[in-house]
């Protein structure tokens, strides 16, 4: 792991490198900070919801809020921490941001000029400028809300390792030895959403990390589950607004030099 840029702003950015299978410890800043795995795809965790993020996206994060990273191949990650007057542009809740052409370069010219140790009002001018850009998507992309109680752990954790797993709540309500009302009841009060919906979230999830990697549609989607490949384009338009290919397009920016 290595790590660069820091100055004392409202606004710094540090870059972190980490090797496949990282996996990072609940932890939390206090000061609230954009992630964005300029390289790489990350998973990250809050005690409420989970997503994917890709790199033309990244996550905001309030200050305090617990989270923990994980990434199963190399990743870069630009944390963007934000302080002071400019908090009151920011969001006050936890999400998923598009990073826009110019969201990404101000991340970049703002670590750049934190490493050749500039601290004037340009670098405070820019960051007004990158709140400005931190718009939460609606409704969250992709997002899998954490199950706590220990009736849904078992679905939840087989679902996690094996996204393509078809039992019905009926068969769940006969393993566990439960109603199938009460299961379905408990979904709804703890994730709200049903079954099927938290299990399609479950299998999209899985679907963004595969397709990070390069992976072809027609093969995720049988392996996930999905009766085709045209199901789950469908199923993953609907729930990101676009298309599994268009959701990583764009241009990306190699990771900012060094400055020396």
């Not at 997503?51 to 309030?62: E, N, Y």
């Not at 939840?156 to 309500?173: G, I, N, V, Y």
Request: with cysteine; charged share 25%; proline share 5%.
């Amino acid at each position: 792991m290595t790590q660069t840029g820091r100055q004392a702003a409202a606004v710094l950015v540090d870059e972190t490198r980490y090797a496949p299978g990282f996996r990072s410890e609940w932890h939390h800043s206090n000061k609230a900070q954009l992630i964005y795995p300029s390289r790489g795809t990350m998973t990250l965790h809050t005690r409420a919801e989970c997503w994917v993020i890709p790199p033309l996206r990244a996550c905001w994060l309030p200050a305090l809020e617990e989270h923990c990273v994980v990434s199963s191949r190399r990743l870069a990650m630009h944390s963007v921490y934000c302080d002071d007057g400019i908090l009151e542009r920011l969001p006050k809740r936890s999400g998923v941001v598009q990073v826009s052409s110019l969201l990404r370069e101000l991340i970049f010219a703002i670590q750049e000029m934190g490493l050749a140790g500039c601290v004037d009002g340009s670098v405070q001018r820019m960051g007004l400028v990158l709140a400005d850009q931190i718009k939460l998507q609606s409704p969250p992309q992709l997002s899998v809300p954490r199950v706590l109680s220990a009736r849904l752990g078992p679905i939840a954790e087989t679902l996690r390792s094996d996204p393509a797993d078809s039992r019905t709540l009926q068969q769940w309500s006969d393993e566990l030895g439960v109603s199938t009302r009460t299961l379905a009841r408990a979904f709804e009060r703890e994730t709200k959403m049903s079954f099927t919906a938290y299990r399609q979230q479950a299998r999209l999830r899985a679907a963004i990390e595969r397709l990070a990697t390069g992976e072809a549609v027609s093969r995720i989607a049988y392996d996930l589950g999905f009766t085709s490949a045209s199901h789950f384009i469908e199923m993953f338009r609907k729930a990101t607004g676009t298309t599994p290919k268009q959701y990583f397009r764009g241009k990306q920016r190699p990771t900012a030099p060094t400055m020396r």
